[in-house]
């Protein structure tokens, strides 16, 4: 069952309105980017969400059917608006002025994040904040109940080294895994890596354990994200923003995971034993992905196999320097023949396939 939110004051009523509407913006603008099949799943889980429905209950075709009409409409009034200010105690803020706004927000214990995702889809949040911890020397705001959010509603992000684990969003997010997985219960890694919890006797048990395991995942992938813009640096986030938004970025974001991945998630996951975390990665890994790598895939099998960690474990050190290496010639195409390059920057990944 989920848990119904705790309510707010009328005065931050006003700040969750505000920043709910840039979310419809947001998706207004964007919520066509996806194919028929994958919008219509996120609208569903989307109406679970803004109804408070326990992730078992039955919701009528009919009922979803009317309210994504309602909101389809609602936001066609949207597509051509700009973000609006975020005002608290009557000072008003840019919606992307993500520091200040936090501050605003301390004694209320809520936390806000603004930034851009895939296809530079702006994304906005605001929610519960549960604690703060300390990696690296970056600060990481976990959060839990959610009051605003946007049809996309990424379990964590970073944003100027600080990092965002959006617990709701990833206790969801794994909700919806398991029931894909149940429908055929495929042997693959996404049945391993339930395998390691009590979904059959215990849903809210098992997602509640698994949660917690993967927020730690997520800090390693954040973690590996942070440590690659470094080695990156501003030029990667410039040719990011100036690419079409294409099978050439989903590729070049691809890249950059791996990276990311190979800096701080896997050499972690393995060298702390994490069985479990380890097969969720691979179970969750997108198609992308696993079309740039499969070398990687092979190593995990091998590991499934035989119970041996060595092939993944080379994997690891071997893809930090091509990950790498890919990256550093994406953005010297890039800086040399920009539009012409993006052609030659798809086909210098498929050729670069570890």
Not at 12 to 23: D, E, G, M, P, T
Not at 83 to 97: K, M, T, W, Y
Request: overall charge negative; charged content about 25%.
């Amino acid at each position: 069952m989920q848990a119904w939110q705790t309510p707010l004051s009328p005065r931050l009523q006003a700040v969750q309105s505000a920043i709910q509407h840039n979310c419809h913006i947001a998706d207004a603008r964007f919520a066509s980017d996806y194919t028929l099949c994958v919008y219509l799943l996120k609208m569903r889980e989307y109406y679970r969400w803004e109804n408070h429905l326990p992730y078992g209950a039955s919701i009528s075709s009919d009922e979803v059917g009317d309210w994504l009409s309602t909101r389809e409409d609602f936001w066609e009034a949207l597509e051509n608006e700009d973000f609006h200010p975020v005002v608290i105690d009557g000072q008003s803020f840019d919606a992307f002025d993500v520091d200040a706004i936090n501050h605003a927000l301390h004694a209320d214990r809520l936390v806000y994040s603004a930034g851009y995702g895939n296809k530079a889809k702006p994304l906005f949040m605001l929610a519960r904040l549960a604690h703060t911890l300390n990696r690296n020397g970056n600060p990481v705001y976990i959060t839990t109940e959610e009051y605003a959010r946007d049809l996309t509603a990424p379990p964590a992000m970073s944003l100027n080294g600080k990092m965002f684990i959006r617990q709701e969003s990833l206790r969801r997010m794994l909700w919806e895994r398991y029931e894909e997985w149940r429908w055929n219960r495929p042997d693959n890694a996404m049945a391993r890596a339930l395998g390691h919890y009590d979904f059959d006797t215990d849903l809210d048990g098992a997602l509640n354990a698994m949660t917690l395991n993967e927020t730690d995942s997520l800090i390693l992938h954040e973690i590996g994200e942070i440590e690659a813009g470094k080695l990156l640096g501003e030029s990667w986030e410039d040719m990011l923003g100036n690419l079409p938004r294409s099978r050439l970025e989903l590729m070049a974001r691809a890249v950059r995971d791996h990276l990311a991945d190979a800096l701080s998630t896997l050499p972690t996951l393995l060298e702390q034993d994490r069985a479990a975390s380890l097969h969720f990665y691979f179970g969750n890994l997108s198609g992308m992905r696993k079309q740039l790598y499969p070398a990687l895939l092979q190593a995990y099998e091998y590991w499934v196999k035989c119970d041996d960690p060595s092939e993944l474990q080379r994997q690891v050190k071997a893809g930090r320097q091509h990950w790498l290496q890919v990256a550093d010639e994406l953005m010297q195409l890039h800086e040399g023949r920009v539009r012409k390059a993006w052609t030659d920057m798809e086909t210098l990944i498929e050729q670069k396939t570890l």
